[in-house]
């Protein structure tokens, strides 16, 4: 068991603390937010009050009693353990990415897609598949490598089967084509017209899911943002309250003794 001065927070501090952490857990709020929130309230640094939380959480896990003191719901503070991934899962993570990418899908998508559309597994593949870039440059150029050769195979395979020529034009273009032949030159073409329109709409899809992804991610911060300010104004207008609680008991304080003063100009004035 770690070592912890208890004389830095007092008892009523440390529930004030786990009480607002809890607050920002229920509104989904990153931990990080809340200690730095903490910090200025409290005029002490985010560092300071993670490890203190964490130090605390500690001690909480392994003293009942001073659970029971505190009365903190360690249901509402489980630590996320984080889960390191296998070489087998980084290969696997990185082909569906790479491959992906080769059908016209960007990294967050294609990381939406494998996490079953799970935010938070997202940004877990998208983090680790970033960190993979910068430090296993080797695992990226042998899967790329891979990918040539398998998908360039199948690009080359459809390029040759688009137009299906009959022989006897190969063998002598001077002749006559028949009819069967002007069919197969036709249904060739169209075939050609088909894969060019794909293409078009391929194209297309990319730029409306590329412009579609920019926007999002401005509204996922404005949201952010707008949760920062109704979590101040929260706060101001708990102040604000206590103010006009203040003021009102002055009110309530003023009138007691003006009806007072006057009750006593009026008991002055009969004895006179």
Request: one cysteine or more.
């Amino acid at each position: 068991m770690q070592n912890k001065n208890y004389c830095e927070w007092n008892t009523e501090e440390v529930k004030d603390l786990f009480a607002f952490v809890e607050t920002f857990k229920q509104k989904n709020l990153a931990l990080t937010y809340a200690f730095s929130e903490y910090a200025k309230r409290t005029n002490r640094k985010p560092n300071s009050v993670r490890n203190y939380y964490y130090l605390e959480l500690n001690e909480l896990e392994n003293n009942t009693a001073r659970q029971k003191e505190l009365n903190i719901d360690l249901k509402k503070h489980v630590k996320q353990k984080f889960k390191e991934f296998t070489k087998e899962e980084e290969y696997k993570l990185v082909y569906y990415i790479l491959q992906k990418s080769r059908e016209g899908k960007s990294v967050r998508n294609s990381c939406l897609e494998l996490s079953g559309n799970n935010v938070t597994e997202m940004i877990r593949y998208q983090n680790k598949f970033r960190s993979l870039l910068k430090g296993n440059s080797s695992l990226i150029t042998d899967i790329n490598k891979k990918l040539d050769v398998t998908m360039g195979a199948k690009v080359n395979k459809e390029h040759t089967n688009v137009l299906n020529f009959p022989q006897k034009i190969k063998q002598n273009v001077k002749n006559k084509l028949t009819d069967d032949e002007l069919k197969g030159l036709f249904m060739g073409l169209v075939k050609l017209v088909k894969k060019s329109a794909t293409m078009d709409v391929n194209n297309t899809l990319k730029e409306e899911c590329s412009y579609a992804n920019e926007n999002l991610r401005k509204t996922i911060i404005a949201m952010r943002q707008k949760q920062q300010e109704i979590i101040k104004l929260s706060d101001v207008n708990k102040e604000l309250s206590k103010k006009v609680k203040q003021l009102e008991n002055k009110i309530i304080a003023l009138r007691i003794k003006s009806i007072k003063n006057l009750n006593n100009n009026f008991d002055t004035k009969n004895e006179n």
